[in-house]
């Protein structure tokens, strides 16, 4: 059965499944729990929770503004949904495919490098929450998402998934020393490569969505 989130409102719990799967697996938040760990090694317990905190109310700000103004500043410059469709679910796909292959995780261990370097004392803003969990991956996936909406309530309900996958990066957070003991670094990779396959099936129906707005294979 095909999954496609147009074919629902955002309230319906197809399209709501559909929404959370693809900002989960784009944020990936068992992915993430490793990097946070190695940019506030040596801190204490207390200082971690706070930076996670801090992370998360970050990335949620962040991640409202692009679900609230993201379709707007395209339509000013004259973008279409369809065509922006058509490009995220291009770019969804190349981050698929980092996924696969273990590029992404790299990059990120290279911007955590980064941050602690420069900002050693608090990485919760960068690159904690940019753009490690409020990266291009998820600022498309969420104006893709709000471009799907047909109402305040599909908006509310979006806003809903935003906060829900943000509440797992939290938990990620808080409880990332068990998960690396408890997957350790194979297990993280089987993880990381699942989701990717995941990922990139979405990425497709984001394509040949887009490709339908525009009358092609309709």
């Given at each position: 059965m095909r999954a496609?989130?147009r074919q629902n409102t955002?309230?319906e719990l197809?399209?709501?499944?559909?929404?959370?799967?693809?900002l989960?697996i784009?944020?990936?938040?068992?992915?993430l729990?490793?990097v946070f760990?190695?940019?506030?090694?040596g801190m204490?317990?207390?200082?971690?929770?706070?930076?996670?905190?801090?992370a998360?109310?970050?990335?949620a700000?962040?991640m409202m503004?692009?679900?609230?103004l993201?379709?707007?500043?395209?339509?000013?410059i004259?973008?279409?949904m369809d065509?922006?469709?058509i490009?995220?679910g291009?770019?969804?796909f190349?981050?698929?495919?980092?996924m696969l292959?273990?590029?992404?995780q790299?990059?990120?261990?290279d911007?955590?490098?980064e941050?602690?370097?420069?900002?050693?004392?608090?990485?919760s803003?960068f690159p904690?929450?940019l753009p490690?969990?409020?990266?291009?991956?998820?600022?498309?996936t969420?104006?893709?998402?709000a471009?799907q909406?047909?109402g305040?309530?599909?908006?509310g309900?979006?806003?809903g998934?935003?906060i829900?996958?943000l509440?797992i990066?939290?938990l990620a957070?808080?409880?990332a020393?068990?998960?690396?003991?408890?997957?350790?670094k194979?297990g993280?990779?089987?993880v990381?490569r699942?989701?990717g396959?995941?990922?990139?099936?979405l990425?497709?129906?984001?394509?040949?969505d887009g490709?339908?707005?525009?009358?092609i294979?309709?």
């Open positions: 496609s989130v955002m309230t197809p399209a709501l499944i559909a929404a959370f799967t693809t989960f784009i944020i990936d938040p068992p992915g729990a490793p760990i190695a940019l506030t090694q204490t317990a207390t200082h971690r929770r706070a930076i996670a905190i801090r998360f109310l970050v990335a700000g962040l503004v692009f679900l609230f993201g379709e707007a500043v395209l339509g000013f004259g973008i279409s065509a922006f469709r490009a995220g291009i770019l969804l190349l981050t698929a495919l980092d292959f273990q590029r992404r790299a990059r990120r261990e911007n955590a490098a941050g602690q370097a420069e900002h050693h004392d608090d990485p803003v904690l929450a490690l969990i409020v990266g291009p991956g998820a600022i498309t969420v104006i893709l998402l471009g909406a047909e305040a309530a599909d908006m309900a979006i806003a998934v935003i829900a996958v509440l990066v939290l957070f808080l409880a020393p068990a998960i690396e003991r408890a997957l350790g194979t993280l990779n089987i990381t699942v989701l396959m995941l990922l990139a099936a990425a497709v129906q984001f394509v040949l490709l339908r707005g525009f009358g294979g309709g």
